[in-house]
């Protein structure tokens, strides 16, 4: 497995050293400064365990480690801008667009920064969302309505035909306003007494919501509405005495602001992976190896 703590920055780094033979001549075809390129060459090292280059009369010269290493480093920088002028190339058509489908956890939480991170390396790819349930978003990736789609593993049967590339874990929370009277409460079984807002048939956190329920003794809810749509439970849960079942992406900034609070129940059961879905039997464009770029980039970050 790479190292995480191995960026581009230093791959790149150590690349133009050995091709200008410089510190200082990488430095300038970098616009950085050479005490910087210098400690960037300082980080790779000790992430590797080995030195990688010597200096002496003759400016730079390998280790045995480091001839290894250039060789694979030189396939990762070649291969990169491969994509990214592949990318260019077809963006200039003006004919580029990227479908991607985002469960309602994803939409709030990752593809925000995931589309900024997607605009820096290719701006001339449009990047077309679409949200919704699971089911909805899986039938459109099918059909070739959408190239990806972001969201949680849905059950074995929704699941055929897709292939699927794990990111993250993820839990349900139950949330409310703040002030609410089941604030601190960690009996579950007291929900039944509001209104609730639950996850509908067609979503993926829907057969492990029945199960946390069922193990913590919810009997039924009477007086719930059903549905994904993270606008609709924000204002109704803010302005009511509603609890709202919903995966953390979608209320992770709203609990952060005091916003909405989660409710102290033992939610462990409702664990379950995120990740990227795809036809597999499609090819990947250019545009999906960046925006996969882009979106382990995001992860990187957020869990780091």
Not at 3 to 12: A, E, L, M, S, V
Request: proline share 5%; aromatic share 6%; with cysteine.
């Amino acid at each position: 497995m790479i190292d995480r703590r191995i960026k581009f920055r230093h791959i790149q780094c150590f690349v133009e050293i050995v091709r200008h033979k410089s510190m200082k001549r990488a430095a300038e075809h970098l616009f950085l400064t050479q005490p910087s390129i210098s400690k960037t060459l300082k980080e790779l090292e000790d992430i590797i365990g080995s030195e990688l280059l010597v200096r002496n009369r003759g400016g730079i010269s390998l280790t045995r480690q480091g001839e290894v290493f250039l060789h694979f480093s030189e396939m990762s920088v070649a291969a990169l801008q491969q994509g990214l002028d592949g990318v260019e190339q077809i963006g200039k058509d003006g004919k580029v667009t990227l479908s991607v489908g985002a469960l309602p956890s994803v939409a709030a939480r990752l593809m925000p920064d995931v589309a900024q991170e997607f605009a820096a390396l290719a701006p001339d790819i449009t990047l077309h969302i679409v949200d919704g349930p699971h089911g909805y978003l899986i039938d459109l990736l099918r059909h070739g309505s959408l190239d990806l789609v972001i969201g949680r593993l849905g059950q074995p049967d929704m699941m055929k035909g897709v292939s699927f590339t794990q990111l993250y874990d993820e839990y349900v929370e139950f949330v409310v306003r703040k002030g609410h009277p089941l604030e601190g409460n960690t009996d579950m079984r007291r929900i039944s007494d509001w209104p609730v807002v639950f996850p509908p048939a067609a979503s993926a956190i829907r057969p492990l919501v029945e199960r946390v329920l069922i193990a913590h003794g919810v009997g039924e809810l009477e007086t719930r509405i059903e549905t994904v749509s993270g606008a609709f439970g924000r204002n109704y849960v803010r302005d009511c005495d509603a609890v709202w079942i919903i995966s953390t992406g979608v209320i992770d900034k709203e609990v952060t602001d005091g916003t909405l609070v989660r409710l102290p129940f033992d939610t462990s059961l409702t664990k379950g992976p995120v990740g990227l879905m795809a036809r597999p039997d499609n090819q990947p464009s250019p545009a999906e190896h960046v925006f996969r770029i882009a979106v382990n980039t995001v992860i990187k970050r957020l869990t780091t």
